[in-house]
């Protein structure tokens, strides 16, 4: 974040506005930030120093928190993500909370899949609309060496399960990098196409613990849809964007869709919604921002919901114009993608 703008200067709206006329509507909620995977993109083999237990928010404040955005801040949508959110104990009675609040907002979570399958209709039950699953690879060899885990059929029955217990779409998230698995552009989308899930493709972004993010080994937005189309006829889906992060193709026609997420080289900050919460309680007005806010300091001395919700308010006034990855000066954030939420 550069600087801290006057908060004085903000307009009395009970929403999550900032100065570029963007409001925030769209909570990433960070549940843990431990995985039961090791890809080599976004950590070490031996994995890294987990947050200490007192340090993460305690189901009830979670919710409490979950709950001040619902209703005071105008938040709709919920994201549960990590780490891996399916290692954190009560998920599915953290769900259910959420989803009794009202008004009731959307929600969703990221997740590596690896204990979908026996978890699926118990998550949908206690409220859970979708999902988004990591998969960058289909074949068990290459599998293995991205993640260092041996879990790919895990993956692959647990997409379908998701599918099973209703939740539609079922989204699989895929990064693709150069030399590694550039080459499944089009096996990715035939798998999903075949399935029956919505397949986006994500530039690598410089969010790895390592600090060690190569522009040159990233497969860019282009790449990717030239790749598409040496099997497929692709078109710009009709209407509105928004502030979704995928720019949408209709495949050979539709209705079945390709998205492509240019985090680098076509940012879409400008029409950012989002605002996120780390499993420690700091809340980040961006995915690379440089400061937080600390609202479990907050909830820990007793603070009111208004007065948390003031600080959240006067958080998102702050947020910068973009994400600056395409400047000269730009840091990556401390704290890497596990420990941030994705």
């Known amino acids: 974040m550069r600087g801290t703008p006057d908060v004085a200067d903000r307009p009395d709206s009970p929403l999550l506005v900032d100065r570029f006329g963007r409001v925030a509507t769209d909570l990433r909620v960070s549940l843990t930030d431990r995985c039961n995977l090791r890809c080599t993109y976004c950590m070490p083999a031996e994995g890294l120093d987990w947050l200490p237990k007192r340090e993460l928010l305690s189901d009830a404040e979670l919710v409490r928190l979950i709950g001040i955005a619902v209703t005071r801040l105008g938040v709709t949508n919920i994201r549960f993500t990590g780490g891996e959110p399916l290692l954190r104990p009560g998920l599915e009675d953290v769900i259910a909370a959420t989803s009794a609040l009202d008004p009731r907002p959307k929600i969703s979570m990221t997740t590596n899949g690896l204990s979908l399958a026996r978890r699926a209709a118990d998550l949908v039950r206690a409220g859970l609309d979708r ?195 395409n400047e000269a000066g730009f840091h990556q954030p401390d704290r890497p993608m596990s420990a941030i939420g994705g």
């Open 131 to 325: 999902v988004n699953v990591s998969l960058d690879t289909l074949d068990p060899a290459r599998f293995r060496a991205l993640t260092r885990r041996d879990r790919l059929d895990d993956v692959f029955a647990g997409l379908a399960a998701a599918r099973d217990a209703g939740m539609a779409p079922v989204k699989v998230n895929a990064v693709l990098m150069r030399g590694v698995n550039e080459d499944e552009a089009v096996p990715l989308l035939r798998y999903c196409l075949e399935h029956g899930y919505q397949l986006r493709f994500i530039e690598q972004m410089p969010l790895d613990p390592q600090h060690g993010w190569n522009r040159d080994d990233m497969v860019t937005a282009e790449e990717i849809l030239a790749a598409l189309r040496t099997a497929f006829d692709l078109a710009p889906e009709p209407g509105e964007r928004g502030g979704a992060p995928a720019e949408r193709w209709l495949v050979d026609g539709g209705p079945a869709v390709v998205g492509v997420i240019a985090s680098v080289t076509r940012p879409f900050c400008a029409a950012c919604d989002r605002t996120r919460l780390t499993a420690d309680g700091q809340v980040r007005n961006c995915l690379f921002s440089q400061s937080e806010t600390d609202l479990r300091a907050l909830l820990r001395a007793g603070a009111t919901d208004e007065e948390i919700a003031r600080r959240w308010r006067a958080n998102s006034w702050a947020k910068a114009a973009g994400h600056g990855i």
